[in-house]
């Protein structure tokens, strides 16, 4: 039932060396020398309640270019935010996945309680300042862009005042007394159409829903603390599954629509599919049958097979990749 596959020859029993992992599919990370500047890390902030969140757009396309660390999308899409298909910033992180950032020296966490405490006085004033100048500049932007769709649409628009004024006039018995100048009267009508305020700063919203305030106008430093993950055995497990397949250069994400603890992908995640699914067991452990043959089916139904982790006492790594026979 169970076969060998060219992924598990490719990993076979795996220890914590880098000699021992193949160093084709290690992934590409950005080397430095001692006459570069410091490398710049990913930063992650930890929430009040445990969450890894990077919102620094830079930070996440290099963390899923260079590391293949994915991360998902929590955050509102702004151009469209009456939908939860397609979201935004920030990506929030698994702890193996913010964890394995720090161990190879690409992240540093900052504490985010600071931003629960009221806004000072001094912090309210400030806010207060940069928004009004804010709304200035981008209210000169909006009369600009304002201005251009005017003068684009100068023939409609014209034509639609012309045809109300003629409508109003024959209702009211006024004779009708327009410039014989086109242009003349484009002017008036551009200059009253220019004259309306579209834009009230009480109801405009000029910030995203993305970092707080605080921080984007410099109004409050995040403290950089220490991340301790794993702590418990059943995390350590995890993580050393985790952290092997990375090494290894594979591309993982999370395996919860499966049924698996991780999903495998040998190559990038937005053009490729996942061939395997990963569980991991403590081979102190037993597993079921009934939870072998439940995950083969699936995988077999998804045209996958199943990378079995088995982590021993010492936190070493066997994998063996299996499948259905009749599967092709």
């Not at 060219?6 to 590409?28: F, M, N, Y």
Request: with cysteine.
């Amino acid at each position: 039932m169970a076969t060998k596959s060219s992924i598990d020859v490719e990993l076979g029993s795996s220890s914590s060396q880098d000699e021992d992992l193949p160093t084709a599919k290690r992934p590409k990370r950005e080397e430095q020398t001692s006459e570069e500047p410091p490398r710049r890390k990913i930063t992650i902030n930890i929430g009040a309640r445990g969450t890894l969140h990077v919102w620094d757009a830079e930070d996440a396309v290099k963390m899923q270019s260079v590391y293949h660390v994915m991360g998902t999308t929590v955050g509102c899409f702004a151009k469209t935010p009456l939908q939860d298909i397609f979201k935004s910033l920030p990506f929030q992180l698994t702890p193996a996945e913010a964890a394995y950032l720090r161990d190879i020296g690409a992240a540093q966490f900052v504490d985010e309680a600071v931003l629960r405490k009221f806004p000072t006085a001094v912090q309210q004033e400030a806010f207060r300042e940069q928004r009004e100048k804010q709304f200035n500049d981008q209210h000169k932007e909006f009369d600009k862009a304002r201005q251009f769709q005017l003068d684009e649409r100068k023939e409609q628009i014209m034509a639609g005042k012309i045809r109300k004024m003629t409508e109003a006039a024959a209702v009211s018995g006024i004779p009708l007394n327009l410039p014989e100048d086109r242009e003349e009267l484009w002017q008036t009508i551009r200059n009253e159409l220019l004259s309306r305020p579209m834009v009230q700063e009480g109801s405009a919203r000029i910030e995203l829903p993305f970092r707080s305030w605080k921080v984007d106008m410099s109004l409050a430093e995040l403290e950089e603390i220490t991340f301790s993950y794993p702590q418990t055995h059943p995390e350590r497990v995890y993580y050393a599954a985790y952290l092997e397949l990375m090494k290894a250069g594979f591309w993982v994400t999370s395996g919860m629509k499966y049924g698996g603890d991780l999903l495998l992908y040998e190559g990038d995640v937005h053009v490729n599919h996942s061939t395997c699914i990963v569980r991991i067991v403590d081979e102190t452990e037993e597993t079921s049958l009934e939870d072998i043959l439940r995950i083969g089916r699936v995988a077999t139904a998804c045209h996958k097979a199943v990378l079995w982790a088995s982590v021993r006492k010492d936190y070493t790594v066997d994998f063996t990749c299996s499948k259905w026979s009749l599967m092709k």
